[in-house]
DNA sequence: TTCATACTTCGATCGTAACCGAAGCATCGC
DNA sequence: GCGATGCTTCGGTTACGATCGAAGTATGAA
């Protein structure tokens, strides 16, 4: 009964409607300040203050003062696997915040979570490496084959310099609108990055969405295409 | 702000320190009555009702009603995942609900997470099957190899008949004490059973821990070496 | 049938925490 | 220096939900 780690702490954290919606807001992996945080929460500065403040204490959120404003983003990766997979959970039982249905397109279409490509987009980006054969799915994860290291080489992505990172190169994320695995881990987020930087694709300035230019658009497509068969 | 799965919902429901003392015993994979879950809950039967009918209309419970009991158990392996995800972060950030220490010896040593064996004998397990080529641990995940296929058929278990279930065969879980990976998935399920039924363990009573018996303790050792390099 | 056990529902109480207005700091621009 | 902006702290209100006693339903035993 009082044995193992206080899940309830956490738990009472995410809790709050107005704290689950910062933290949901902050999966979109763009440092935001306290006014942003309170204005997504539906509450008062002051409100959001305090509710930061203990977000902060649980571990959850990382700041950092510029100026006079303060920038709050989830502490670690940890923390955002967390909340991501909450939403996997809560998305499978159908615990959705607002009616079900094609809603929101182009955040289906494709959309950032916490800083690699989710949605429609990210889930056939993963599938294609699969079937193209860079990316092995085995067991429960994934690994680049040397195939897949190569071919990312030939689009600019030095996978040699992601795996001196502590973080993962390939993990899974399970997507709340497809309900399927997306690409996360050092990788996902290169690759995102990339496409971000040849000017495939921008991110939206309110919303989590990432809008592709048409010419991105036929780029990324041929680039991964779909296994028809 | 109302787009996307409702995390706030499983958070509430977790947060409420009885519920997620109900929560961390289900963990232990046994099925407890409702009178049980009030005890562990430090909470009387009226309240635990109403507890774990919001359990159970949240997705996180499911009950078998047998004679003028009911039995409750986690939903199912998604529930079960998420609620060892939030020990393991809880466990990573100090939100311990005890002071620190080796407080429960027994516990650290064996116990059972869900449905497989965690703490030092399963972080020991999965460490000897990487380091005897058993399994794999690739990107972010674990997968069997043919020896280790054929390793365990000799300690008799059929891998086969694992692989027909939906249920992942081999996945990792942290765990809280030991914070490192132990095998669970239902590989790490049938490993588990394997050592019940061979007598070499058995469950305690009251607890969570499982307990060797001086033969299986030695057998185990035995079986899974550790790498001493 | 009658009694006992396991559990649920109802009703009322009570504590905690979310909330906001107002005031207090800190930092920036001028 | 001054005012404006971003954020925190304080105090008091309010509402929600956890809690339990008491009564009600279902199952089993005698």
Redesign the interface.
């Given at each position: 009964?009082?044995?193992?780690?206080?899940?309830?702490?956490?738990?009472?954290?995410?809790?709050?409607?107005a704290?689950?919606?910062m933290?949901?807001?902050l999966t979109g992996g763009r440092a935001l300040t306290a006014t942003e945080l309170a204005g997504?929460g539906?509450i008062t500065v002051q409100t959001a203050s305090t509710h930061l403040a203990k977000l902060e204490a649980?571990?959850l959120l990382a700041q950092r003062k510029q100026g006079r404003h303060r920038y709050f983003t989830l502490a670690d990766e940890?923390?955002a696997?967390?909340?991501e997979?909450?939403?996997?959970?809560?998305?499978?039982?159908?615990?959705?915040?607002?009616r079900p249905g094609p809603?929101?397109p182009a955040?289906r279409k494709a959309r950032i979570c916490y800083d690699h490509l989710a949605g429609d987009y990210g889930v056939r980006m993963l599938d294609s490496l699969i079937s193209s054969g860079s990316i092995?799915a085995?067991?429960?994860?994934?690994?680049?084959t040397e195939k897949g290291e190569s071919d990312l080489k030939c689009i600019g992505i030095d996978v040699g310099a992601l795996r001196s990172s502590r973080r993962?190169?390939?993990?899974?994320c399970l997507d709340?609108s497809e309900r399927r695995a997306h690409l996360a881990?050092s990788l996902g987020k290169a690759l995102l990055a990339s496409f971000l930087d040849k000017g495939w694709a921008r991110r939206a300035a309110e919303?989590?969405s990432i809008l592709f230019s048409p010419e991105g658009d036929r780029q990324f497509l041929k680039l991964f295409p779909l296994e028809t068969n």
């Amino acid at each position: 009964m009082k044995e193992g780690p206080d899940i309830a702490q956490i738990g009472a954290l995410i809790g709050d409607p107005a704290r689950a919606n910062m933290l949901a807001a902050l999966t979109g992996g763009r440092a935001l300040t306290a006014t942003e945080l309170a204005g997504v929460g539906g509450i008062t500065v002051q409100t959001a203050s305090t509710h930061l403040a203990k977000l902060e204490a649980g571990g959850l959120l990382a700041q950092r003062k510029q100026g006079r404003h303060r920038y709050f983003t989830l502490a670690d990766e940890a923390a955002a696997r967390l909340i991501e997979s909450m939403m996997g959970f809560a998305a499978g039982r159908g615990h959705l915040r607002h009616r079900p249905g094609p809603k929101e397109p182009a955040l289906r279409k494709a959309r950032i979570c916490y800083d690699h490509l989710a949605g429609d987009y990210g889930v056939r980006m993963l599938d294609s490496l699969i079937s193209s054969g860079s990316i092995d799915a085995v067991g429960d994860g994934l690994a680049l084959t040397e195939k897949g290291e190569s071919d990312l080489k030939c689009i600019g992505i030095d996978v040699g310099a992601l795996r001196s990172s502590r973080r993962p190169l390939c993990r899974s994320c399970l997507d709340w609108s497809e309900r399927r695995a997306h690409l996360a881990g050092s990788l996902g987020k290169a690759l995102l990055a990339s496409f971000l930087d040849k000017g495939w694709a921008r991110r939206a300035a309110e919303s989590r969405s990432i809008l592709f230019s048409p010419e991105g658009d036929r780029q990324f497509l041929k680039l991964f295409p779909l296994e028809t068969n």
